[in-house]
């Protein structure tokens, strides 16, 4: 049964692969795609261009992306033992938008601007984690989570801060876009600088993804088992911190992927970490994908990825709060 239920979501993403290559406002036939493929290297065509230079690029970062959100989402629900964490709640996603908006400020190039996104996400959970290792009359994990709170709030006014000072002709556009997120921009030469980030810090996730389920019980029994607690949540925050940090620095701010994937999967394939990681990549990769072409696709001009993401996220997080009320 185990087995089943992972080749699904196997065949929902390569199902949605097949759609996002074939769609959009310059449609591509089966054969037209696999005659681009199997004639790579000869003179390029339209279709080539189309497939080489816009789809495949952001068809890999969608997967990319969708993978890293949804896992850090998932390592982060399984670390606080609460459902309605998301990869934002240590402020990654905060400090990487003011990250980003500063450099926008400062009319800097996009390499700069990704630089200073993913510098920002990474300070700020340090800050965050800093903050909560100086409390020591509250349990760690509430320590974190509300120290991430207050510098989420704290960064989010000053993102608002400078949306204000900016050239409301120039800058504010451009600020507003990239903290809706997209993929419109997104090409191979960022995908080479993103995968090794978010491959470095999948690795040790699912290497030691079984210590999720220690950490799922109570402190003292997880030391009694033998794991270091708070190595091993600085170590899964790091991980989760580090990828979202990475992609966030080049599709902007994506919400709601963090938080209702790790539902998905777990109401498809149990609370075992060690089989709900892998699925939750799949699902998550298939979902950005999934909304990712609705956003290309929808309307005669693209529409920002995290306005679909949002759409689609919350109706199905409120079905899923009202059946759990009713059961």
């Known amino acids: 049964m185990p087995i089943f239920r992972l080749m699904l979501p196997v065949v929902l993403l390569i199902i949605s692969v097949v759609i996002a290559v074939s769609s959009g406002q310059y449609s591509l036939s089966l054969t037209e795609i696999w005659q681009s493929i199997s004639q790579y290297g000869n003179e390029l065509s339209q279709q080539d261009i189309i497939l080489w230079n816009i789809r495949l690029p952001r068809i890999a970062t969608a997967i990319l992306v969708g993978i890293a959100l949804s896992v850090a989402g998932v390592t982060y ?15 990654v996603t905060s400090g990487a938008g003011l990250g980003a908006v500063t450099a926008i400020y400062f009319d800097f190039p996009l390499p700069v601007i990704q630089l200073f996104a993913f510098v920002g996400g990474l300070l700020a ?47 504010l556009s451009t600020i507003t876009f990239w903290l809706l997120g997209g993929l419109n921009m997104t090409s191979f030469d960022d995908l080479t600088l993103v995968a090794p980030l978010v491959l470095l810090a999948l690795i040790p996730l699912i290497l030691l993804r079984w210590r999720m389920n220690v950490l799922s019980l109570d402190d003292e029994e997880a030391t009694a088992l033998g794991v270091n607690l708070h190595r091993t949540r600085l170590l899964f925050i790091l991980c989760a911190t580090l ?38 990549m799949l699902f998550g990769a298939a979902f950005l994908l999934i909304t990712d072409t609705l956003a290309r696709c929808l309307f005669a001009i693209e529409v920002p990825l995290g306005v679909i993401t949002a759409f689609v996220g919350a109706p199905f997080f409120l079905s899923l709060l009202i059946k759990g009320e009713r059961q």
């Open 125 to 171: 959970v340090g800050l965050v984690y800093f903050i909560a290792s100086t409390v020591r009359r509250q349990h760690p994990i509430l320590a974190l989570v509300l120290s991430g709170v207050a510098i989420s709030a704290l960064l989010g006014a000053g993102i608002s801060l400078l949306k204000i000072l900016a050239d409301p002709y120039s800058q």
């Open 77 to 91: 629900q399984g670390m606080f033992k609460n459902p309605l964490v998301s990869p934002d709640i240590l402020g």
């Open 243 to 280: 990828m979202t940090s990475a992609v966030v620095s080049v599709t902007g701010i994506i919400g709601w992927v963090g938080l209702i994937i790790p539902h998905i999967a777990r109401l498809w394939i149990g609370a075992d970490f060690r089989l709900l990681l892998p699925t939750s």
